[in-house]
């Protein structure tokens, strides 16, 4: 019984993966765009770029005369005609960001009056598309991104602090490229669509305050120097005016795709939020709660059920094992559900990668734990130490996408039969 909810659940995720894949959203959102001029200058940035960038030379050709493409390393497919293809690092950015991005700028700065920019968006361009602003150095990015990605902070305030430190985030960019229009086309991995949270808004008017950003350091107690306290104190471009946006995808499509296909397959389907932020070990806890009150009273939906959720959990990172916020969700999940029958959870990231490690999320239940124990394990050591990558691995209940080439948030998905 057990395998089919697994295989199953696999299907699901499987399904609703490949039904937001970027290459029909970008197509069908070009047609909303009328182009004024008659040359396209494509910069496409964030873990869907590359997938987003082939798609919208499929569709306009050579109307598209030059482009740039900065994404995630592994995450490029090859070539693509009159692009430059740049890797870099993420979540925390690199020398090949800073090189990637400063070729960009060069090549928006050489253009004709005869073009207008193609902008793609996707998660992932706050650390890959990146200029520190004057007064910051590399490192400092990297010292305060890597502190803030373990605070526990979400990344709306995570980006209030990369806005300030950074050239091209914040609405930089459109100030950069003006008065060259902007055509924005954003795959959204940020709860509620924010754009000007969706990789830092490069041409997107910042919303938030200087007492905003002073409130995250001391909240998350950020360790910063005084150099950069004057830069943080700096405001944000107001007034873009060369720029358009349209929203092509998010978490919420990835959900109901996910609902269809639980449907098809016999399963009750019913979505709980798309909004899923709390600490990951927490969701974990609330998730394998109402599996309890399903089991027991068939409530809130009756069996056979698939209960699925979308959002993009926390962790505050303190131990130095190595894991990611949808295998420490499913792993705490787990821990929860021991020795209950029939029932099958799974939280992934849409993108194929969670935390620095090489699985999408973990897949668990009943025996997952089971598993460690028998081995000699105790398994509560690995999430204190934030190790839930060897503790799936252990219980063999990593799932593992390789990069997939879209990024819309994470999903959770719960079978019970
Ligand atoms: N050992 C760990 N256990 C759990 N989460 C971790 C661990 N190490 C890093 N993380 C989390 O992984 C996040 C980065 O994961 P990543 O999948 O790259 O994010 P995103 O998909 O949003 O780009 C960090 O914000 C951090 O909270
Ligand atoms: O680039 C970013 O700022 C975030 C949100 O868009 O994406 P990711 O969490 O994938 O790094
Ligand atoms: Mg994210």
Same mark, same amino acid.
């Given at each position: ?23 029909? /959203? ?33 569709? @306009? ?15 490029? @497919? ?56 004057? +007064?910051? %150095? ?19 305030? #995570?980006? /209030?602090?990369?806005?300030? =430190? ?17 055509? /924005? ?5 940020? @709860?509620? &669509?924010?754009?000007?949270? !969706? ?6 008017? &910042? ?9 995250? #350091?001391? *909240? ?7 150099? #950069? ?18 929203? !092509? ?6 959900? $109901? ?7 098809? @397959? ?29 089991? *027991? ?15 993009? %959990? ?9 894991? +990611? ?9 787990? #821990?929860?559900?021991? +020795? !209950? $029958? ?18 999408? +999320? ?15 394990? &105790? ?35 719960? =079978?019970?039969?």
């Amino acid at each position: 019984m057990i395998k089919i909810l697994k295989e199953d659940l696999k299907k699901i995720i499987d399904y609703s993966i490949n039904s937001v894949l970027p290459e029909n /959203a970008v197509k069908e959102n070009l047609k909303k765009i009328e182009f004024k001029k008659n040359k396209v200058f494509l910069i496409s940035i964030g873990k869907a770029a590359w997938r987003m960038a082939n798609a919208a030379k499929e569709e @306009l050709k050579d109307k598209i005369q030059k482009g740039i493409v900065i994404t995630k390393y592994d995450y490029g @497919l090859g070539n693509i005609k009159n692009m430059e293809i740049y890797e870099a690092g993420h979540p925390i950015p690199d020398k090949n960001s800073l090189k990637a991005t400063k070729r960009a700028i060069e090549l928006i700065k050489n253009l004709d009056d005869d073009y207008e920019i193609l902008f793609l968006v996707s998660g992932g361009g706050s650390a890959l598309f990146e200029l520190p602003e004057n +007064g910051v %150095t590399l490192d400092d990015i990297q010292n305060i991104t890597s502190q803030l990605l373990k605070s526990g902070a979400d990344i709306e305030e #995570i980006n /209030a602090i990369r806005k300030r =430190l950074s050239k091209v985030k914040g609405g930089k960019f459109a100030k950069l490229s003006y008065p060259k229009q902007i055509y /924005a086309l954003v795959l959204s991995d940020v @709860l509620g &669509d924010k754009l000007d949270s !969706i990789a830092s808004g490069p041409a997107y008017t &910042d919303k938030t305050t200087t007492n905003d950003v002073f409130n995250i #350091i001391k *909240k998350y107690d950020i360790k910063i120097n005084t150099e #950069i306290k004057k830069v943080l104190e700096k405001e944000r471009p107001k007034n873009i005016s060369n720029t358009k946006h349209i929203i !092509i995808g998010s978490v919420k499509l990835a959900c $109901e795709y996910a609902m269809q296909k639980a449907k098809e @397959l016999g399963y009750n389907p019913l979505l709980l939020t798309t909004m899923l932020n709390c600490e990951a070990k927490e969701a974990g806890r609330f998730f394998a709660n109402i599996a309890k009150e399903e089991i *027991k009273s068939n409530n809130p939906i009756k069996k056979p059920c698939a209960i699925i959720a979308g959002g993009e %959990t926390v962790v505050m990172v303190k131990g130095n094992g190595i894991g +990611g916020r949808n295998q420490e969700l499913a792993y705490s999940f787990a #821990i929860e559900i021991e +020795g !209950i $029958e029939n029932i099958v959870f799974a939280s992934v990231g849409t993108d194929g990668t969670d935390g620095p490690t090489d699985a999408a +999320g973990g897949i668990v239940d009943g025996d997952t734990i089971k598993k460690i124990k028998n081995k000699g394990l &105790d398994p509560l050591i690995f999430l204190e130490n934030n190790d839930t990558y060897n503790a799936l691995e252990e219980s063999e209940s990593l799932l593992k996408t390789g990069p997939t080439g879209t990024n819309v948030n994470d999903i959770m998905i719960l =079978l019970i039969n």
